[in-house]
Nanobody
Framework: QEQVVESGGGSVQAGGSLRLSCALS????????IAWYREPPGRQRETVVI???????QYGDSVKGRFTIYRDNTKNAAYLQMNDLKPEDTAMYFC?????????WGQGTQVTVSS
């Protein structure tokens, strides 16, 4: 059974850093694209970053220069380094790995940034 596990969330003061991890297990296929989305309280889901296997990376405007995604293709995993966190980054963060045949979602990991 395929499973997505996100981790690394927590509570941090403004200006701090967190690293989120995402791993897809139980899939024989490699990830061709992986994305992080977030759902701030009371707001619509927004794109944080999308990374394709051809090397293209697209960051949301609000996180450019602060967040960086790293891939570990051999492990079907990705890491989101989040620096200079701001209160507006507070949200539930979801990882979305995609194989050639399927799209997967985890349960999310909560990030809370206090001023």
């Amino acid at each position: 059974q395929e499973q997505v596990v996100e981790s690394g969330g927590g509570s941090v003061q403004a200006g701090g850093s967190l690293r989120l991890s995402c791993a897809l297990s139980g899939s024989a296929a490699s990830i061709v694209a992986i994305a992080w989305y977030r759902e701030p309280p009371g707001r619509q889901r927004e794109t944080v970053v999308i990374s394709w296997s051809d090397g293209r990376i697209q960051y949301g405007d609000s996180v450019k220069g602060r967040f960086t995604i790293y891939r570990d293709n051999t492990k079907n995993a990705a890491y989101l380094q989040m620096n200079d966190l701001k209160p507006e980054d507070t949200a539930m963060y979801f990882c979305n790995p995609n194989t050639p045949n399927a799209s997967y979602w985890g349960q999310g990991t909560q990030v809370t940034v206090s001023s």
